[in-house]
């Protein structure tokens, strides 16, 4: 099975290469505009927005599998959300199309519900309240309406919760690392549920759908269950790394005004800084989503929640690492 990925030197990419690697009996090329650390013998430098390269490199594929996004908090001009997460869409199902492939495996996200939604399923509405949850939204509407016309073709569509693991530089990282300081604050109570997911669980989901769902138009939301709140990550990370880690509650109306602080200083300054409003709402807000659907698909996780954060402590905190290389999200 010749498998075409783009957008797969980053983090998720990199790991799901790996794995369809090792597995054996795939075919496997690369398309991104960054050239891959790991696999650079898979990569064509490419960009999804680019109609005439992805008519040619499309070429032979049995399945796309899209994970090309802008999907930082602070992407500007913002219209690189909608010319990439959505034009890039519209793009790579015209390439396909002009190449007979007709199958795709899309990576969008729970952003498309919005915050604090009481456990959404994949038939909540959508609400998204920031760019990337729009754009990717519209990138799931454009896929709608094309299997309206195209009701022989088989897409299947990830709605991940936030994604950590090894080697990932994002909001999950940034908080173990400070949990794992002993300088950890936390804003709130710390009974608020988050919903995550283990990358090595999620790209081996992208296996099981690959193999497993052929046919039809298919929604999933991933998240490793059960979810954990504040309080348990850190009482989990202590486990883990075998050390008393203090923490210290902050009302929520204090942690927002020093994140609105945070912003006013990135704007006079123009760095893009760790701390910000949007990050306090979302270290805040619940979010926690409903993952019954892929539960009762069949798919088995290889991990719990609990040994991926392991995992992931035990490289990032314990084990010396040999090189520098990591992946920057959110």
């Not at 396909?96 to 456990?119: D, P, T």
């Not at 009302?251 to 200083?265: A, I, Q, R, S, V």
């Amino acid at each position: 099975m010749k498998v075409t990925m783009i957008g797969a030197s980053g983090f998720v990419g990199t790991r799901l290469l790996g794995l369809l690697k090792d597995a054996g009996g795939y075919e496997l090329k690369n398309i991104d505009l960054q050239q891959s650390h790991f696999f650079p013998e898979l990569t064509t430098i490419g960009d999804v927005r680019e109609q005439e390269q992805m008519d040619r490199e499309l070429a032979g594929a049995d399945v796309v599998v899209l994970l090309a996004a802008q999907h930082r908090d602070d992407v500007s001009p913002v219209s690189l959300y909608y010319d990439t997460n959505v034009g890039g869409m519209e793009v790579t199902l015209r390439a396909m199309e002009r190449n007979g492939v007709r199958r795709i495996v899309f990576f969008s996200s729970v952003a498309v519900y919005g915050l604090n939604k009481k456990n959404p399923n994949e038939e909540h509405p959508a609400d998204p309240f920031n760019h990337y949850g729009k754009s990717k939204w519209q990138a799931e509407e454009v896929l709608q309406r094309w299997h309206e016309s195209h009701p022989d073709w088989n897409i299947n569509i990830i709605r991940p919760t936030v994604i950590f693991g090894e080697r990932n530089r994002g909001n999950v990282y940034n908080l173990l690392k400070q949990i794992a300081s002993g300088r950890f604050l936390m804003v709130g109570s710390g009974k608020n549920r988050k919903s995550m997911c283990y990358v090595g669980n999620i790209v081996a989901f992208v296996k099981f759908m690959i193999e497993n769902r052929t046919t039809g138009y298919n929604v999933y939301n991933y998240i490793d269950k059960p979810d954990f709140n504040m309080n348990d990550l850190v009482e989990h990370v202590e486990k883990v790394l075998d050390k008393h880690i203090p923490s210290t509650h902050f009302p929520y109306w204090l942690g927002m005004l020093g994140g609105y602080c945070f912003d006013l200083l990135a704007a006079v300054t123009r760095k893009k800084l760790t701390v910000s409003s949007v990050r306090v709402k979302k270290f805040c807000a619940t979010t926690e989503f409903d993952s019954s659907k892929m539960l009762a698909s069949g798919f088995k996780p290889p991990y719990t929640l609990g040994e991926g954060l392991a995992r992931t402590l035990e490289f990032e905190f314990v084990h010396p690492r040999t090189d520098d290389i990591t992946f920057k999200t959110e």
